[in-house]
C-alpha cells in the first residue's frame, strides 16, 4: 500500500530540515521512502561536504539509495548505538490535547517491522512528513507483517479483533508483497482507531505477527514540510 499526498517541495523541506540534525560522528537510521529519501540525499551532499556518518538502512531501498550518495553504512551489531533515526510516517496523530499525540501508522513501504527497531534503538526518532499525513486520530488500515504459514490463523485472528485484513498485492507482478524478511503483508482495517497504544498491544500478542505498523510513544518529533517551511511538533 503506497501513500499519496503531499507535494514534492513539502517532503524535499521536511527531509532536508532534519537532515540538518545530523551530527558529525552520529551513526544515523536511515528510513524508507520518499520524504525520508530527500532526508539521505541531503546527507549524502553533506558527507561530500565532509560530513563523517555511519548510516542504518532499514530497507532495500534505503540502503541501495545511500550507497548510490556515497554514505557509509553498517549495521545494528557493529555500533554501540543508534544517535538519530529519520523515518517517515503514513499517518501521524496531531491532537496535542489527546492521549495519542505523535503515534503513527507506518508499513506502506513494507519495510515497518526493520524500521521499528532501528527507530526504537536511536536516542532520538524525528517524522518528516508532510502536512497530507497528519489526522486527530489513526484511521489508515494498520499493515501487519506475518509469516508466510501463519496467513490464514493471523488473518481469523484479526477477524475476531473487528479487522478486516486484506493481503497486500505486488504491483508488477503477481502475488503478494514480500517483505525484505521473505514474510506477507495484511493490510488491516481498524476504522478510527481511539487507542493506538492498546491496540497495539493485542496485535504484538498475536502468534505469527512479526511486526505491525502501530508506532506508539516511539517518535520524539515530527517536521512537517510545508509551501513555506517546517513547522515542528515535538513529544
Do not use: W
Not at 41 to 60: H, K, M, N, W, Y
Not at 104 to 114: M, V
Not at 143 to 160: W, Y
Not at 204 to 215: N, Q
Amino acid at each position: 500500500m503506497k501513500t499519496e499526498g503531499g507535494s514534492d517541495g513539502a517532503k524535499r523541506r521536511a527531509g532536508e530540515r532534519a537532515a540538518e540534525d545530523v551530527e558529525d560522528g552520529f551513526v544515523v537510521g536511515l528510513g524508507t521512502g520518499s520524504t525520508t529519501a530527500h532526508a539521505i540525499r541531503a546527507l549524502g551532499r553533506a558527507v561530500d561536504d565532509g560530513l563523517e556518518i555511519r548510516g542504518i538502512p532499514t530497507s532495500f531501498q534505503s540502503r541501495r539509495l545511500a550507497l548510490e550518495v556515497g554514505i557509509p553504512l553498517t549495521d545494528l551489531d557493529a555500533v554501540d548505538g543508534v544517535d538519530l533515526a529519520i523515518d517517515g510516517a503514513d499517518q501521524v496523530v496531531d491532537d496535542p490535547e489527546g492521549g495519542s499525540h505523535g503515534a503513527l501508522i507506518k508499513g506502506g513501504g513494507a519495510a515497518h517491522a526493520r524500521e521499528k527497531l532501528i527507530d526504537a534503538a536511536a536516542d532520538r526518532f524525528v517524522v518528516v512528513a508532510d502536512p497530507s499525513k497528519l489526522a486527530d486520530r489513526l484511521e489508515r488500515p494498520v499493515p501487519v507483517e506475518v509469516l508466510p504459514d501463519a496467513r490464514p490463523v493471523v488473518a481469523e485472528r484479526l477477524r475476531e479483533m473487528g479487522g478486516e485484513p486484506t493481503l497486500r498485492d505486488a504491483e508488477r507482478k503477481d502475488g503478494p508483497v514480500v517483505t525484505d524478511n521473505g514474510n506477507l503483508v495484511f493490510d488491516c482495517a481498524f476504522g478510527a482507531i481511539d487507542d493506538p497504544d492498546a491496540l497495539a498491544a493485542r496485535l504484538s500478542r498475536i502468534p505469527g505477527i512479526v511486526e505491525h505498523g502501530l508506532f506508539v510513544g516511539l517518535a520524539d518529533a515530527t517536521y512537517v514540510g510545508s509551501a513555506d517551511g517546517v513547522s515542528v511538533r515535538r513529544y
